[in-house]
T-cell receptor, first 113, second 118 residues
């Protein structure tokens, strides 16, 4: 069975600070990895995804994530956050022949102006 | 304008009543999903369907039922057997299979329905 852990439940940063949100998964085979974001009052939307190839993936709005297979991690980063990045962020994994995504518990990011 | 619609946005139910949440998509996607979102627990899969007239239980299917009579529609019924139904419910869809290969890993989400049991 696949599982996902997001250890940071609530992160508070000031504008222009750097961001790194942790995501670890448990699955021994090939995985597809995702970060989704849920802005206040909006749909859950895809930030970025990793299927194969370059382990450093760039997404929308200046976000990136690095897949480190040896650490079973897919951490989300942004060099300089903005107030508009305030949202809840979810990591998700799809492993092997699984036909569904498994989501982490989410990290609420609050950016102070 | 393609997308996923869910209705109603807010739903109130008395204990002991069944309620049905609507989910419609015009993305021509084969696969559809229902999730439940609770604070601090992320999204948990209730049911999913890879094709019309077929669906599978997810991790927390007890107390829920679904149907998939049309490609574009995947309604969820919350029955009186669901012990703690108050939650935010999200519907999603993905492409599913293309040329025999499963490509439905990326899911697109609707705006959600917030169900409150009184």
């Amino acid at each position: 069975a696949q599982s996902v852990s997001q250890h940071n439940h609530h992160v508070i940063l000031s504008e222009a600070a750097s961001l790194e949100l942790g995501c670890n998964y448990s699955y021994g085979g090939t995985v597809n990895l995702f970060w989704y974001v849920q802005y206040p009052g909006q749909h859950l939307q895809l930030l970025l995804k990793y299927f194969s190839g370059d382990p450093l993936v760039k997404g929308i709005k200046g976000f990136e994530a690095e897949f480190i297979k040896s650490k079973f991690s897919f951490n989300l980063r942004k060099p300089s956050v903005q107030w508009s990045d305030t949202a809840e962020y979810f990591c998700a994994v799809n492993g092997g022949s699984a036909r569904q995504l498994t989501f982490g518990s989410g990290t609420q990011l609050t950016v102070l102006p | 304008d393609g997308g996923i619609t869910q209705s109603p946005k807010y739903l109130f139910r008395k204990e002991g009543q069944n309620v049905t949440l609507s989910c419609e998509q015009n993305l021509n996607h084969d696969a559809m999903y229902w999730y439940r979102q609770d604070p601090g627990q992320g999204l948990r899969l209730i049911y999913y369907s890879q094709i019309v007239n077929d669906f599978q239980k997810g991790d927390i299917a007890e107390g829920y039922s679904v149907s998939r009579e049309k490609k574009e529609s995947f309604p969820l019924t919350v029955t009186s057997a669901q012990k703690n139904p108050t939650a935010f419910y999200l519907c999603a869809s993905s492409i599913g299979r293309v040329g025999g290969a499963f490509l439905g890993h990326e899911q697109f989400f609707g705006p959600g329905t917030r169900l409150t049991v009184l």
